[in-house]
């Protein structure tokens, strides 16, 4: 899942269900993408992914999550709609109802950096992947940020 620089912004693209999973998400993050683009055909009795899954999925990797599904009715198929924008912090940006909408949105790449300042877990991941000792970084950011 290759990112890919368009206007400034480090994008990303998943297909429809690919960002139901954490770890892809969590992937293109971690390759720098600032705003990741979906695509998706989205069933109407799915409207828990579009309103919980995809800002939790914002929030979790400090991106923006640009979501956006069919409308309508296809072939005896009811889409969902809700398409949405989907800031860092997990707040919506621009959000559409049911029907077919074009959502625009103003992107300010410094709130992705104020989102990983406060989600240093990103870093961290970083660490251990190229096989350094964060154990002790790790145990000392867990313990302050949990107050135990």
């Known amino acids: ?3 890919f620089r368009w206007r400034g912004v480090t994008c990303a693209t998943l297909i429809c269900y690919d960002a139901e999973f954490p ?3 969590r992937h293109v993050a971690a390759e720098g993408a600032q705003l990741v683009l979906v695509p998706t055909a989205l069933g109407a009795q799915w409207l828990v992914v579009a ?11 400090g991106v ?3 979501y956006a599904n069919s409308a309508g009715t296809e072939n005896g198929l009811a889409f969902l709609g809700a398409s949405c924008i989907v800031a860092p912090d997990g707040t919506a940006a621009a959000r559409a ?6 959502l625009m949105a103003d992107l ?3 709130r992705v950096h104020a989102a990983h300042s406060r989600l240093p877990d990103l870093d961290d991941r970083r660490s251990l992947r190229l096989g350094g000792d964060q154990s002790d970084s790790i145990r000392r950011r867990t313990t302050r940020d949990c107050n135990v």
Do not use: S
């Open 108 to 110: 300010d790449i410094g």
């Open 97 to 102: 109802g049911a029907a077919a909408e074009i």
């Open 1 to 3: 899942m290759p990112v």
């Open 64 to 66: 923006y999550v640009a």
């Open 51 to 61: 309103q919980n899954l995809i800002p939790t999925r914002a929030f979790e990797n």
């Open 23 to 25: 770890e892809t998400l």
